[in-house]
């Protein structure tokens, strides 16, 4: 990311469609991080033909049997890729649409940042995620404000539920994670607002319960990939703030958020207009990334938080 980053900067201001663009950010440094120097994703006419498959996912798999559709790498890419990207866009949308959020996370940013005597400007992105604390704040909250993913539990034995519900052992239940996300007594009033300061944790206050946070799923299906997602979007979201203004083309430089659709695969909405923004560089500082420190562990879900008690 940081090389078409860098790449792009000597443009000076470049004119980009956000959605498209973010997604290709994020899946060449997906498939480079999965597949390496023989990643077969360098091939612009494979990477165009999964974007392709995506929208047409369950036309296009229909006519395989199921021996073919075991032998691809279709689930991995699925695990990887149909909710990094959409996520990505929406934090980079909140950030960029709100010059208060830009600010803040700018500042924090900033602070990562050392610069030697020729001029050179390190950023060390290790720990972007315990380092940034806003920025990881507004991730988990585009994640709570925007996921409609579904669970699957297994009851355990029975129980009655609001004494209303007798849920008998062994029934699976279905739930919608927009439901504990939207939760008024555990949110409060302003659930229905993006806040992007709400997982903050305050002196004094009580936190939210980690429990009504199911971005990540739970139990035996706790996303194993979580912390490579978070840390490789706030990665990104960092490197772009620090070097570029994006500024939206079409409709006189003001925001205006893209009305969603959310593919079979996905549990966040992808766009369903385009949002054409020009991408100006900064400044001409010149950079460099590196993942040089020991990472520290940031919890983010209620068994991460359980278990350090």
């Known amino acids: 990311m940081s090389h078409s980053l860098e790449k792009l900067g000597k443009n000076g201001s470049t004119v980009v469609e956000l959605f498209s663009w973010v997604r290709r950010q994020l899946f060449m440094a997906t498939t480079e991080s999965i597949f390496g120097p023989k990643n077969p994703f360098r091939d612009s006419t494979l990477e165009q033909a999964w974007y392709n498959l995506s929208q047409q996912s369950r036309s296009t798999c229909s ?108 029934a699976t239940i279905m739930t919608i994670a927009s439901v504990p996300h939207t939760e008024v007594s555990v949110w409060g009033p302003t659930v229905d607002i993006f806040d992007h300061r709400r997982f903050l944790r305050k002196h004094g206050e009580k936190s939210a319960n980690p429990v009504a946070v199911r971005s990540f799923g739970g139990g035996a299906a706790l996303c194993p990939g979580r912390h490579f997602v978070s840390t490789e979007v706030m990665a990104f979201t960092a490197l772009l703030l620090l070097q570029f203004d994006l500024k939206p083309v079409a409709t006189g430089g003001k925001w205006m958020e893209p009305r969603k659709f959310v593919p079979v695969t996905s549990a966040m909405p992808a766009t369903k207009d385009t949002l054409e923004v020009k991408n100006v560089s900064r400044d001409n500082r010149n950079w460099q990334v590196n993942y040089s420190a020991p990472a520290k562990g940031v919890d983010m879900v209620a068994e991460e938080f359980a278990q350090g008690q």
Not at 94 to 102: A, I
Not at 104 to 119: F, N, P
């Open 63 to 170: 006519k395989y049997c199921k021996a073919d559709v075991a032998a691809t790498e279709i689930g991995q890419m699925v695990a990887s890729l149909t909710n990094s990207v959409p996520a990505a866009f929406w934090v980079i949308y909140h950030v960029f649409s709100d010059p208060v959020v830009l600010g803040d996370y700018r500042k924090e940013v900033e602070q990562l940042i050392h610069t030697d005597d020729s001029g050179l400007c390190t950023v060390n992105l290790a720990n972007i995620k315990s380092a940034c604390p806003i920025l990881l704040s507004t991730w988990q909250e585009t994640l709570r404000y925007g996921h409609i993913g579904i669970s699957a539990r297994v009851v355990m034995k029975d129980i009655m539920s609001d004494n209303k519900y007798l849920l008998k052992k062994g």
